[in-house]
């Protein structure tokens, strides 16, 4: 089950920003547990985007930013792209189930 | 070039068994912890198991926890999963994927290989 929240969708037009939260507890986020983020593309398997909260992998594009507040991470994509349609999940450890907590998704649309 | 190659998926009756693999190649295999990661049709991704790079500690989501056992051959550069008493809610793909140390970001993700659990 999904302990981490995120909102369903978020939409925004070509070139404009949108940001997706995720929501977590004492015994993930709040506990100071790194917040990571995956891309999936339709029909693929996820991709790392961002890890250790802010840190992007070698081949993402600086449009793609996170950021922590508390018991909660944020990813932000600037310039929105028609490319950038596709499902995101963060990801957390979880110290009361000893394991890897995944975000409930959200799916971004371009208009 | 790292990559994963997840294989072993299939129909399997409820009550069944299967065993997936996963080959790695292009990286330190027996340096890197490894998971398992499912996603149901339609739905989001839940992790299931992860294992230390030395095979020493594994781990277990509650959902899979006596049914399932994760395990690695270093020699060969394999991850496996075993699955035992399969329920139609196992039914998903599932993806290998690896990290630095359990615990930490999954830095590369397999393909995937679907189970579908159904009579």
């Known amino acids: 089950q999904s302990v981490l929240t995120q909102p369903p969708s978020v939409s925004g037009a070509p070139g404009q920003r949108v940001t997706i939260s995720c929501t977590g507890s004492?015994?993930?986020?709040?506990?100071?547990?790194?917040v990571h983020w995956y891309q999936q593309l339709p029909g693929t398997a996820p991709k790392l985007l961002i890890y250790?909260?802010?840190n992007r992998p070698s081949g993402v594009p600086d449009r793609f930013s996170g950021s922590k507040s508390g018991t909660s991470a944020s990813l932000a994509i600037t310039g929105l792209q028609a490319e950038d349609e596709a499902d995101y999940y963060c990801?957390?450890?979880?110290?009361?189930?000893?394991?890897?907590?995944f975000g409930t998704g959200t799916k971004v649309t371009v208009l | 070039e790292v990559q994963l190659v997840e294989s072993g998926g299939g129909l399997v009756q409820p009550g069944g068994s299967l065993r997936l693999s996963c080959a790695a190649s292009?990286?330190?295999?027996?340096?890197?912890?490894m998971s398992w990661v499912r996603q149901a049709p339609g739905k989001g991704l839940e992790w299931v198991s992860g294992?230390?790079?030395?095979?020493?500690?594994?781990y277990y989501a509650d959902s899979v926890k006596g049914r399932f056992t994760i395990s690695r051959d270093n020699s060969k550069n394999t991850l496996y999963l075993q699955m035992n008493s399969l329920r139609a809610e196992d039914t998903a793909v599932y993806y290998c994927?690896?990290?630095?140390?359990?615990?930490?970001?999954?830095?590369?993700w397999g393909n995937g290989t679907t189970v579908t659990v159904s009579s």
């Open positions: 292009g990286f330190t295999f027996s340096s890197s912890a």
């Open positions: 004492s015994s993930n986020i709040g506990a100071g547990y790194d």
């Open positions: 250790g909260y802010s």
């Open positions: 294992i230390s790079d030395s095979g020493d500690s594994t």
């Open positions: 990801q957390s450890y979880d110290s009361s189930l000893s394991g890897y907590v």
């Open positions: 994927a690896n990290s630095q140390w359990f615990g930490y970001h999954m830095d590369v």
